[in-house]
């Protein structure tokens, strides 16, 4: 994953997590296939699940309205999308 901050660091972290049999063995089956660990393949999928959160932009220019209509809220949608 990409980071904002160049002094980014992997930190070790213990965690217990409870899953299904059936996803167990699916993970399993990744991390032999990858070649790694399964607490890899858990680091790896929580990197990917968060990976979209990350705001690289700076929010506090950002004014957001009280209230807005329909059609404010419609136009800025496509605003947003074509930039």
């Known amino acids: ?3 904002a901050n160049p002094e980014n660091e992997y930190i070790p972290l213990d965690l217990r997590v409870s899953v299904r049999r059936d996803t167990l063995r699916l993970i399993s089956e990744m991390a032999q ?3 790694i660990s399964i ?5 790896f ?3 990917d699940s968060v990976i979209d959160l990350e ?3 700076d ?3 950002v004014n957001i309205p009280n209230k807005c209509s ?3 809220l419609k136009n800025a949608i496509s605003k ?3 930039s």
């Open 1 to 3: 994953m990409k980071s």
């Open 33 to 35: 296939d990858m070649g």
């Open 39 to 43: 607490n890899e393949v858990f680091s």
């Open 59 to 61: 929010l506090n220019e």
């Open 70 to 72: 329909l059609d404010d």
């Open 45 to 47: 999928l929580a990197e």
């Open 55 to 57: 705001i690289l932009e």
């Open 80 to 82: 947003k999308r074509l």
